[in-house]
């Protein structure tokens, strides 16, 4: 039996992450991913439904040209062709992974992966089966859509985000289960195009791990956008009719509803692909299906580390990769420190976008903390009334005693690419009066940060 020093499952962000950076430590890598790089963000995630969402951004500042005194006469969209360019991004993109995987010498096997024992893996490739023993081994095999066990996913008229990439069928209406990231975006992107979207949530608001100001607000932008929003909704029937799918939904107060679409779109949750693999074999211990880790990110097998969705915890691209260097660092010798949750920034991709970092109002209040908080609209923003982007805000919670910036949540025009602001400097535990200290330029959507912050600690200067 062969063995090799480093084996990564699981070819996503975290996975191929793992393979780059321990071959820059002087491991020599082998890869094991069953299905294509790039794993389910690149392929069936992150990825196209941006590269949609800007296809929909592109269709409603059209729709916004009357008022800026443009006139465009006899417009329509192609909407197979927005599925085709799409696909074409994920494609340059995977090449793009390929290329790095033979830049870096590591060595890439197409297969599903099982584990033999504690020290050895069985991959069944297309061809052939191969078996070999290792030194080392990271474990990314990223989840997949949770089956809800309401109705069969046929990719025609119900779908999960997978088969909705690859649909060229544009749905007159559409019914989406699940207020998350997936669902609220999908939302957006239909309901702009002019689909008649109903949105199910069985919790009480939407975008339910978020600050309850930044609910609130996507609430009202969502309404305004056409999307019929049914929160405290808990699905008891889905049925297949001649125009689509009917759906009986039932209230906490006990209210029956009926709802019926062209489209079902379910978008609530995922669960771990770690089935496969056989952890027992290798001593490795999982709950619920999650493959349980220590700080370090260790399984109960020494030999074996899990990183990204598999262990739980936030679903995000730039969690897996962030832990996936921690681990090589940790190969190497080095000490790491896992991530906290509440460095890890959250970002939804409608419009207005949301992103955020910390801990929302509602933690804060929980633990006991002394604080001021402050909304500091786009609207006092320069740069967001000239060019017409001055829907939603930035809120910040400051800590009273000691100046730190325990919250940053924004809603509105590139939310999404503010944030990293805003984590950086609670990264490198900058305080408000320190961050104050920080030239920003004008005029600019990124001023929205500072001026909360200086409104929070009583220091307004546009508001």
């Not at 085709?84 to 090449?95: A, F, G, I, W």
């Not at 069985?202 to 339910?208: C, W």
Request: charged share 20%.
């Amino acid at each position: 039996m062969d063995s090799k020093d480093l084996v990564v499952v699981g070819g996503g962000p975290g996975g191929y992450t793992a393979a780059i950076r321990a071959s820059q430590l002087g491991f020599k890598v082998t890869l094991v991913e069953k299905e294509s790089l790039g794993g389910v963000c690149l392929n069936w995630g992150c990825i196209p439904t941006k590269s949609l969402l800007h296809h929909a951004e592109v269709v409603q500042s059209v729709q916004k040209c009357p008022d800026l005194g443009i006139e465009i006469k006899g417009f329509t969209f192609d909407f197979s062709k927005f599925i085709d360019n799409s696909r074409q991004v994920v494609s340059k993109l995977t090449q793009g992974v390929a290329y790095l995987m033979k830049k870096n010498k590591v060595e890439v096997i197409f297969g599903q992966a099982s584990f033999e024992s504690e020290d050895s893996i069985f991959v069944k490739t297309k061809e052939t089966s191969l078996a070999f023993k290792f030194d080392h081994c990271i474990l990314a095999v990223g989840a997949k859509p949770r089956d809800l066990g309401l109705a069969e996913v046929d990719g025609e008229v119900i779908h999960n985000y997978r088969t909705i990439l690859v649909n060229k069928v544009f749905p007159k209406s559409l019914i989406v289960v699940g207020a998350g990231p997936i669902g609220l975006e999908f939302s957006y992107f239909f309901s702009t195009l002019g689909c008649r979207v109903t949105l199910l949530e069985v919790l009480p608001r939407i975008a339910p791990l978020e600050d309850v100001d930044v609910s609130e607000a996507l609430l009202k932008a969502f309404e305004e956008n056409g999307v019929k929003v049914l929160t405290q909704s808990k699905i008891d029937s889905v049925e297949r009719t001649k125009e689509g799918v009917l759906v009986k939904a039932s209230t906490s107060s006990g209210e029956l509803r009926e709802i019926s679409a062209e489209m079902l779109l379910f978008a609530a949750g995922v669960t771990p692909n770690t089935r496969e693999l056989e952890c027992e074999k290798a001593g490795i211990l999982t709950n619920s299906g999650f493959i349980s880790v220590n700080e370090n990110y260790q399984t109960t097998n020494p030999r074996v580390f899990a990183i990204g969705d598999c262990i739980g915890g936030a679903m995000l691209a730039h969690k897996a990769s962030h832990e996936a260097q921690l681990v090589c660092e940790r190969l190497a010798g080095k000490n790491i420190k896992a991530i906290s949750k509440e460095f890890i920034p959250s970002c939804i991709y409608c419009q207005p976008e949301v992103a955020s970092v910390g801990l929302t109002e509602e933690q804060i209040k929980a633990k006991g903390l002394s604080y001021k908080a402050f909304k500091f609209p786009f609207s006092a923003i320069g740069k967001a009334v000239a060019t017409f982007d001055q829907d939603g805000f930035c809120k910040v919670l400051v800590d009273t005693k000691y100046g730190e910036i325990l919250g940053v949540h924004i809603v509105g025009h590139r939310a999404t690419e503010l944030i990293g602001i805003a984590n950086l400097a609670r990264t490198h535990e900058a305080t408000a009066e320190s961050f104050l200290e920080t030239v920003f330029p004008h005029p600019t959507l990124s001023e929205v940060i500072p001026e909360a912050i200086a409104a929070a600690m009583g220091r307004p200067i546009n508001f």
